[in-house]
């Protein structure tokens, strides 16, 4: 089995949980997933199967869009509702004062890692360390944020602030409100989170765990639905024989990636022109 589950994962799960759930589901070793989402958050969660695995790496680096809540006047140790408060302050958030915050933290911005994350440092992840009262100093890091506004109350939520992040890998949306709220002086933990985008995938097309239990088959899509923005090429021949060989071939095409084909139809690899030449970027192809 090969391909693509788009699961809308439920809360208190974690992403490795549903890739444990998918394995026994699915009865297949080869099972990952394509970036990770905090338990507390729901939403489109790609599950790569089998071959497909291989490009869990290129959804994982892809634009992440997400709906979070923003309880302002409470600080935390998790930067979220589910950590333990620091502080509380009184809090009067208008809306123009919102889109004052939101200036500073558009485009290319310095995030410092949260304690509670799987980030690294002398080879011990930062949550290990904060579950035992232990602080270290963090290095920021460079992320994109390529929209971020207000946004309407999700249906079932209620009593905060929500915000819509169109932002890049390695951005933490806990880290955003909460340096948000520290700019306004007022402090602010993220109340909610809804991940509704990542890469190509909605949520629109976001499955539950339990429809796909019941007919897994039904939910597979194809590895290429996660390169649908390239354009599209067919090899046949010598050229097919080329790229299953994992050779270069001279090519008419601008430069740029593709979408490479064998004569059947058959999703063979991402390919990459250059100058004249088709490289293989990644190949999807059963050998």
Known sequence: MNGIIII????????????????????????GHGGTLDPMATGVLPVFVGRATRAADFCASAQKEYIAGVRFGV???????????????????????????????????????????A?????????????????????PRPVTIFALEAAKTPEGADGDAFIRVVCSKGTYIRTLVHDIGQYLGCGAAMSYLRRIRAGAFRVEGAHTIEDVAASPEKYLMPTDTVFSEYPEISVA???????????????????????????????????????????????????
């Open 8 to 31: 809308d994962k439920a809360p208190d799960w974690t992403s490795n949980d549903v890739v444990a759930k998918l394995r026994g589901i699915l009865h297949e070793k080869r099972v």
């Open 75 to 117: 600080v935390t140790d998790t930067q979220d509702t589910t950590g333990n408060v620091l502080e509380e302050r009184e809090a009067r958030v208008t809306e123009t004062d919102l889109e004052r915050a939101f200036a500073p933290f558009r485009g290319d911005i310095m995030q410092v890692p949260p304690m509670y994350s």
């Open 119 to 139: 980030v690294k440092i002398g080879g011990r992840k930062l949550y290990e360390l904060a579950r035992r009262g232990q602080e270290v100093e963090r290095k």
């Open 237 to 287: 021949g010598i050229d097919e024989k080329k790229c299953r060989n994992g050779a270069d071939l001279k090519t008419k095409c601008p430069d740029g990636l593709y979408r490479v084909y064998g004569e059947s139809g058959e999703f063979l690899l991402l390919g990459r022109a250059e100058k004249g030449r088709l490289f293989t970027v990644k190949s999807f192809f059963e050998v």
